[in-house]
């Protein structure tokens, strides 16, 4: 069920309206095709995860298949992508309430929503658990149910947006060309983040050998029923270019066609959505941390577990961090979505690339030493190297983006500050410093 809600949040609910207007109809085709290369690095991410399940995942992966460097890179880089999409997901929230309230400010929502998961998180893996599979079956169902509910319409009540039968003619499918699909490429990959969260979850899981290969093959069918069909349905119920960008599309569209009762649960389970992966994010964020701190690569007492297995320690650092979304809420409270999803964005890409390269790694290992492969990526390397074709593309079409490419030009410095970070690191300076603080 985490598998199944990590696939669903912002990026669908929000970030679809702002790539429908980018690309018109052909939305469908660029959620199917971002599909094909997340599948491509889930199948990659699999393959290691079922061989060695560790709530380090990947950023432990690349750690013990490439090298001490990667395993430092790696993992500073997904706890920041983590981090960034709390941020993202609690902005997005508070869009979600403009709905209903607006004298509340942006910030304050923020704040409090950030204490409360906060605390949450806290208390125990289980309860974590049990809000989580709560949250991730809300979405599900409504997007089912939603569905369901559009067919009916169609048939029976609203009738087909008259112009949905020319949808499909070159010219309106692309609406706004080769360049606008390239753009909209960037929200959908966006969208995708998380989904790699399921192998961070099956450090905790009982049986991975069987709960992983079957989430990770199920991402094919997440993206054609969570993302293609929904679009498909809203774009059979309204006018695609009189929807609006500041809203969800699954909201404006009830409203537009009078549902206000529909616009209204919809915009709830919106909300539960980002909350769903706020929440799933903040655990993540912390749990990788803690990993970072056991091998040495983060101060030793981020790693120190509560009596019932929490690191308290990560989650209270990460949750600080997380502070930063209430500031940018504050100072800008109508662009710190776009600032936040940019460089969230850009993180995701790097840890997607790392995984397809740890992968590789992995796999010249499983060659030398003969061990077996229970969960296998098909035509490696070229579905390795395909892939990372079109990430190195998708960060080529952010740098034409105007809200987007200073995020791009900052990345190689963040990996080089991180880098800077490492070599402190191996040659001690850092731990010197600390001692030396503490002998005061």
């Given at each position: 069920?985490?598998?199944?809600?990590?696939?669903?949040?912002?990026?669908?609910?929000?970030?679809?309206?702002?790539?429908?207007?980018?690309t018109?109809?052909?939305?469908v085709?660029s959620?199917?095709?971002?599909?094909?290369?997340?599948?491509?690095?889930m199948?990659?991410?699999?393959?290691?995860t079922?061989h060695?399940p560790?709530?380090?995942?990947?950023?432990q992966?690349?750690?013990?298949y490439?090298?001490?460097?990667a395993?430092?890179?790696?993992?500073?880089?997904?706890?920041?992508e983590?981090?960034v999409?709390?941020?993202?997901?609690?902005?997005?929230?508070t869009?979600?309430l403009?709905?209903?309230?607006?004298?509340?400010?942006?910030?304050?929502?923020?704040?409090?929503?950030?204490?409360?998961f906060?605390?949450?998180?806290l208390?125990?893996?289980?309860?974590?658990?049990e809000?989580?599979?709560?949250?991730?079956?809300?979405k599900?169902?409504?997007?089912?149910?939603?569905?369901?509910?559009t067919?009916?319409?169609?048939i029976?009540?609203?009738?087909?947006?008259?112009?949905?039968?020319?949808?499909?003619?070159?010219?309106?499918?692309f609406?706004?060309?080769?360049?606008g699909?390239?753009?909209?490429?960037?929200?959908?990959?966006?969208?995708f983040?998380?989904?790699e969260?399921?192998?961070?979850?099956a450090?905790?899981a009982?049986?991975?050998?069987?709960?992983?290969?079957?989430?990770?093959?199920?991402?094919?069918?997440?993206?054609l029923?969570?993302y293609?069909?929904?679009?498909?349905?809203?774009?059979?119920?309204?006018?695609?270019e009189?929807?609006?960008g500041?809203?969800?599309p699954?909201?404006d569209?009830f409203?537009?066609?009078g549902l206000?009762?529909?616009a209204?649960?919809?915009?709830?389970?919106?909300?539960?959505?980002?909350?769903?992966?706020?929440?799933?994010?903040?655990f993540?964020?912390?749990r990788?941390l803690?990993n970072?701190a056991?091998?040495?690569?983060?101060?030793?007492r981020?790693?120190?577990l509560s009596?019932?297995?929490i690191?308290?320690?990560?989650?209270?650092?990460?949750?600080?961090?997380?502070?930063?979304a209430?500031i940018v809420?504050?100072?800008?409270?109508q662009?710190?979505?776009?600032?936040?999803?940019?460089?969230?964005?850009?993180?995701?890409?790097?840890t997607?690339?790392i995984?397809?390269?740890t992968?590789?790694?992995?796999?010249?290992r499983?060659?030398l030493?003969?061990?077996?492969?229970?969960?296998?990526?098909r035509?490696?390397p070229?579905?390795?190297?395909?892939?990372?074709?079109?990430?190195f593309?998708?960060?080529?079409?952010m740098t034409?983006m105007?809200?987007?490419k200073?995020?791009?030009?900052?990345?190689?410095?963040w990996?080089?500050?991180?880098?800077?970070?490492?070599i402190?690191?191996k040659?001690?300076?850092?731990?010197t410093?600390?001692?030396?603080?503490?002998?005061?």
């Amino acid at each position: 069920m985490i598998a199944l809600g990590g696939a669903i949040g912002t990026g669908l609910f929000f970030g679809s309206a702002k790539s429908i207007q980018m690309t018109g109809p052909s939305i469908v085709l660029s959620y199917i095709f971002g599909g094909i290369v997340l599948f491509i690095i889930m199948k990659a991410l699999g393959e290691m995860t079922v061989h060695r399940p560790n709530t380090g995942a990947y950023t432990q992966y690349a750690h013990a298949y490439i090298g001490p460097y990667a395993g430092f890179i790696s993992g500073w880089n997904a706890w920041f992508e983590y981090t960034v999409v709390c941020m993202v997901e609690l902005t997005a929230i508070t869009f979600f309430l403009d709905l209903w309230v607006t004298s509340v400010p942006h910030w304050l929502i923020c704040l409090v929503l950030l204490l409360i998961f906060a605390a949450i998180n806290l208390m125990s893996v289980r309860l974590f658990g049990e809000f989580e599979f709560w949250f991730a079956g809300i979405k599900i169902f409504a997007i089912i149910a939603m569905l369901a509910f559009t067919a009916y319409l169609v048939i029976f009540k609203h009738g087909l947006n008259p112009e949905f039968g020319t949808y499909f003619s070159e010219k309106i499918l692309f609406s706004h060309g080769l360049e606008g699909f390239a753009f909209s490429l960037v929200i959908v990959m966006f969208s995708f983040g998380g989904t790699e969260f399921v192998s961070i979850a099956a450090g905790n899981a009982e049986n991975p050998d069987k709960t992983i290969p079957s989430a990770i093959n199920g991402v094919v069918v997440r993206i054609l029923l969570f993302y293609v069909f929904t679009m498909i349905a809203i774009m059979m119920l309204y006018p695609y270019e009189q929807l609006s960008g500041d809203i969800s599309p699954f909201v404006d569209v009830f409203l537009k066609v009078g549902l206000s009762s529909a616009a209204l649960v919809m915009n709830i389970v919106a909300i539960t959505a980002a909350l769903s992966s706020f929440n799933s994010s903040l655990f993540s964020a912390s749990r990788l941390l803690a990993n970072l701190a056991e091998n040495g690569n983060a101060p030793k007492r981020l790693s120190t577990l509560s009596k019932n297995g929490i690191p308290k320690r990560s989650v209270i650092f990460t949750s600080l961090c997380v502070m930063v979304a209430v500031i940018v809420n504050f100072i800008f409270p109508q662009k710190a979505i776009m600032y936040l999803l940019t460089v969230a964005t850009c993180s995701i890409l790097v840890t997607w690339f790392i995984i397809l390269i740890t992968q590789m790694y992995f796999r010249k290992r499983q060659v030398l030493k003969k061990f077996p492969i229970k969960f296998r990526l098909r035509f490696f390397p070229y579905t390795n190297i395909f892939a990372c074709i079109i990430l190195f593309l998708v960060l080529g079409i952010m740098t034409q983006m105007e809200d987007m490419k200073t995020s791009v030009y900052i990345t190689p410095l963040w990996i080089l500050a991180l880098s800077f970070c490492y070599i402190l690191k191996k040659t001690n300076i850092i731990n010197t410093i600390i001692d030396d603080k503490k002998d005061e």
